[in-house]
């Protein structure tokens, strides 16, 4: 399966931004499908993740602010993210494995994409 991000921009702290993932090569209907982030000289962190039955998971820093979904006939993966901070800046990732865990670190993903860089100024 092969993941392209898309939808990062530059907006202002308090606002919104919408980045989307397209899914190519296969079938993501027993895949979950999650969201990264990766800030300057960090690690890539878990954001959100959404099984193929719909159950939904969200880091600390995104419950209440971002929103995760999924189009299973668009081969899509959408994170809605509102009351955005300057800390929320960073390259954002979608990512994909088979299965429904809720396991969060990075080295359990087998698919990624290229990353969208969000930044959210002060």
């Known amino acids: 399966v092969q993941l392209q991000a898309s939808g990062g921009g530059l907006v202002q702290a308090g606002g919104s931004l919408s980045v989307s993932c397209v899914a190519s090569?296969?079938?993501?209907?027993?895949?979950?499908m999650g969201w990264f982030r990766q800030r300057p000289g960090e690690d890539r962190t878990f954001v959100a993740s959404?099984?193929?039955?719909?159950?939904?998971y969200y880091s600390e820093s995104a419950k209440g602010r971002f929103s995760i979904s999924r189009d299973n006939a668009k081969n899509a993966l959408y994170l809605q993210m509102n009351s955005l901070k300057p800390e929320d800046t960073a390259v954002y990732y979608c990512a994909a494995r088979l299965g429904s865990s809720s396991d969060t670190r990075t080295s359990t993903w087998t698919s990624w994409g290229q990353g969208t860089q969000v930044t959210v100024s002060s």
């Open positions: 959404v099984t193929w039955r719909d159950i939904k």
């Open positions: 090569g296969g079938s993501l209907g027993r895949h979950t």
